[in-house]
């Protein structure tokens, strides 16, 4: 997944999740049985890197044993917490904490444990949205955001914390998977 400005929307159906969309050479989302394919080939990590809008503040992270269930199990995301990088040692709590064993949601099919409403209507993208979560790459970007929107955008993507207070917004998001033993 690469999302580097508002130009390509991240706000699409089950189907075009599961297919993947956009342009590998840019902005784009691979696709949920791409992921769950590649990731059940071996052991595999998974980096994250972040940007933030207001200070261009760069931030990452690499977990191992990222894994993608199958599309019955609604694409699970599993991976070892506690991993590498300033995105996930500047904090007490992992912020992929919340995501791990959570299935995949968007605006047409439900899967968060919110008990009312859709994070991924409301938030704009699909995403393992628990409750609505800490961290997104596909939601609303700060850039996009009016101050009507100004409170549910400053959290998506930059979990709270040192990186996730009022002062800082997600400007661009890559996720990359690599086998563990090419790291």
Same mark, same amino acid.
């Given at each position: 997944?690469?999302?580097? /400005? &508002? @130009?390509?929307?991240?706000?699409?159906?089950?189907?075009?999740?599961?297919?993947?969309?956009?342009?590998?050479?840019?902005?784009?989302?691979?696709?949920?049985?791409?992921?769950?394919?590649?990731?059940?080939?071996?052991?595999?990590?998974?980096?994250?890197?972040?940007?933030?809008?207001?200070?261009?503040?760069?931030?990452?992270?690499?977990?191992?044993?990222?894994?993608?269930?199958?599309?019955?199990?609604?694409?699970?995301?599993?991976?070892?917490?506690?991993?590498?990088?300033?995105?996930?040692?500047?904090?007490?709590?992992? &912020?992929?904490?919340?995501?791990?064993?959570?299935?995949?949601?968007?605006?047409?099919?439900?899967?968060?444990?919110?008990?009312?409403?859709?994070?991924?209507?409301?938030?704009?993208?699909?995403?393992? $949205?628990?409750?609505?979560?800490?961290?997104? $790459?596909?939601?609303?970007?700060?850039?996009?955001?009016? &101050?009507?929107?100004?409170?549910?955008?400053?959290?998506? /993507?930059? &979990?709270? /914390?040192?990186?996730?207070?009022?002062?800082?917004?997600?400007?661009?998001?890559?996720?990359?998977?690599?086998?563990? @033993?090419?790291?």
């Amino acid at each position: 997944m690469r999302r580097t /400005g &508002p @130009e390509l929307n991240f706000n699409r159906s089950w189907v075009e999740y599961r297919n993947g969309f956009g342009d590998v050479a840019g902005d784009h989302w691979l696709g949920l049985e791409a992921f769950h394919h590649l990731t059940n080939q071996g052991n595999y990590s998974l980096k994250t890197e972040v940007r933030d809008a207001l200070t261009d503040s760069y931030f990452w992270d690499i977990h191992a044993n990222f894994l993608i269930g199958t599309e019955d199990e609604k694409y699970t995301l599993k991976l070892k917490l506690n991993g590498v990088g300033n995105l996930s040692t500047n904090s007490t709590v992992d &912020p992929w904490e919340k995501n791990v064993n959570v299935q995949f949601s968007t605006h047409d099919q439900k899967n968060d444990n919110k008990l009312t409403g859709n994070c991924a209507a409301v938030n704009g993208g699909g995403w393992w $949205f628990h409750k609505c979560g800490d961290i997104s $790459f596909t939601s609303i970007l700060a850039t996009e955001c009016v &101050p009507t929107c100004w409170k549910a955008a400053r959290h998506a /993507g930059i &979990p709270f /914390g040192v990186r996730g207070s009022a002062e800082k917004l997600l400007r661009w998001a890559v996720m990359k998977i690599k086998r563990s @033993e090419d790291l």
